[in-house]
Structure formats: structure tokens, C-alpha cells
């Protein structure tokens, strides 16, 4: 098992900007990739970026590139969001997921494991 809890979001104004932070618990973190993932009211939870279990390999939502970026602190077993030049359709909640494996896919579904999901509000 390995659980999951994500800190840092809120409410902020356009352009701001927001660092998530993703603590894990339970596993080897560094056995797992992991993933952002974004569900905004109304719409299925979509793909926002994951990295690789040593953290060198990164993928993005090709409409979130140069915006937002992920990391990870393997000693820490933290995971990270940093999101910039935040917009009103960026407000979702937002989950970490970890996958046992090299690499973070896009596809949900591959996921084992979620977080409970944090708010984030990008006022206009």
C-alpha cells in the first residue's frame, strides 16, 4: 500500500503562482512513478504530468507544457506540481497517483494508487 496526501492548493488570481506537493507513505517511494491529474466539475480527470520513478523523465499535457512542471524528492518521498501563470480553467481538483514502474503514463487507469484530491481556484 502506499498512500498518498497532496497539500498546498487554494485560491489564487490569474497569473499567480501555485506549488502542490504530493507526501507519500506506505512503499518504497522510489519503486513508483507517479502522476498529476486535474478533475474540474463536469468533466472526467484529466492527464497533467508525471515523471519517472528516478525522476528523469517528464511528460506533460501537451496544453500545459512551459507552464507547469513536476518533481520529486525520492529521500523525501515528495512528489511536486509547480504550476505557473495559473488560468480560471487551470480551477480543478487536483490528485498525485503512483504507478509501480519506470514510467508515468497518461492513461488513469494505470494508476494503483490516488490521493484524496486538493482544491485549487484561479479567480479571473
Known amino acids: 500500500q502506499v498512500q498518498l496526501v497532496e497539500s498546498g492548493g487554494g485560491l489564487v488570481q490569474a497569473g499567480d503562482s501555485l506549488r502542490l506537493s504530493c507526501a507519500a507513505s506506505?512503499?518504497?517511494?522510489?519503486?513508483?512513478?507517479m502522476g498529476w491529474f486535474r478533475q474540474a466539475p463536469g468533466k472526467e480527470r484529466e492527464f497533467v504530468g508525471s515523471?519517472?520513478?528516478?525522476?528523469?523523465?517528464?511528460r506533460y499535457a501537451d496544453s500545459l507544457k512551459g507552464r507547469f512542471t513536476v518533481s520529486r524528492d525520492n529521500a523525501k518521498a515528495m512528489l511536486y506540481l509547480q504550476m505557473n501563470s495559473l488560468k480560471p480553467e487551470d480551477t480543478a481538483l487536483y490528485y498525485c497517483?503512483?504507478?509501480?514502474?519506470?514510467?508515468?503514463?497518461?492513461?488513469?487507469?494505470?494508476?494503483?494508487?490516488w490521493g484524496q484530491g486538493i482544491q485549487v481556484t484561479v479567480s479571473s
Open positions: 515523471i519517472s520513478r528516478g525522476g528523469a523523465t517528464t
Open positions: 497517483a503512483a504507478k509501480l514502474g519506470i514510467f508515468g503514463p497518461v492513461d488513469k487507469n494505470e494508476y494503483d494508487y
Open positions: 506506505g512503499r518504497t517511494f522510489s519503486s513508483y512513478a
